[in-house]
């Protein structure tokens, strides 16, 4: 079954509109979620852990928020070079498996 | 420092041919994982190794062999290519106590 489920699938935004990517998930015994950068031809880039609903991380225009059943990725003001796709993976509860969704793809218009 | 370094970068292969895709890392990390990624998939785990001489399945190792020897190197092995195993293929390192995963750039395999 689906562990991670990002929407939307893609998201086209006017420099300077602020918007956010969703991440559900299903797996029980969160060991962390995971947020990760993808440019076209590149691999996955670390940006946040989260561990804990109510938590929060942010970096530059980027905050990850955390509740019991999903993951907000906020973008305040984006620019052009924020476009990229955004993926939200969680931690299997043992072991090394991590559970990566399907990615939701922004592009910033200048 | 070169961190996760893929190798080749693009491959096509025929149906039946074998290869192996090279990964290698110079982090001294203990975990490595393998993954495919496929056009509305999100990536699928293969394999994994949690030290030297030890390996174990993921998600989709059907078709798949891995083997670590040392730290550095962990080869993804393909015996008889098939066109489902076209994909994008990205390597993988992580340190024991860290939650951060540090990829590759990819390899896109193509089976015609």
């Known amino acids: 079954e689906d562990q991670v489920t990002q929407s939307p699938e893609a998201l086209r935004l006017q420099e300077g509109e602020s918007s956010s990517l969703n991440c559900s998930y299903t797996v029980s015994g969160l060991r962390g979620l995971f947020w990760y950068r993808q440019d076209p031809g590149k691999g996955p880039e670390f940006l946040f852990t989260l561990y804990s609903a109510g938590e929060e991380k942010e970096k530059e225009r980027l905050k990850a928020t955390l509740t019991k059943k999903e993951s907000f990725l906020h973008i305040t003001a984006p620019k052009p070079e924020d476009s990229a796709t955004y993926l939200c993976?969680?931690?299997?509860?043992?072991?090394?498996?991590?559970?990566f969704g399907t990615g939701t793809s922004l592009t910033v218009i200048p | 420092n070169a961190g996760v370094t893929q190798t080749p970068k693009f491959r096509i292969l025929k149906i039946g041919q074998s290869m192996t895709l090279q990964c290698t890392q110079d982090?001294?990390?203990?975990?490595m994982y393998w993954y495919r990624q496929d056009p509305g998939m999100g990536l699928k785990l293969i394999y994994y190794s949690v030290g030297a001489g030890i390996t174990d399945k993921g998600e989709v190792p059907n078709g798949y062999n891995v083997s670590r020897s040392t730290t550095e190197d962990f080869p993804l092995r393909l015996e008889l290519a098939a066109p489902s195993q076209t994909s994008v293929y990205f390597c993988a390192s992580q340190d024991r106590g860290s939650e951060k995963l540090f990829f590759g750039s990819g390899t896109q395999l193509s089976v015609l």
């Open positions: 982090m001294n990390h203990n975990y």
């Open positions: 993976a969680v931690q299997a509860p043992t072991g090394n498996q991590f559970y």
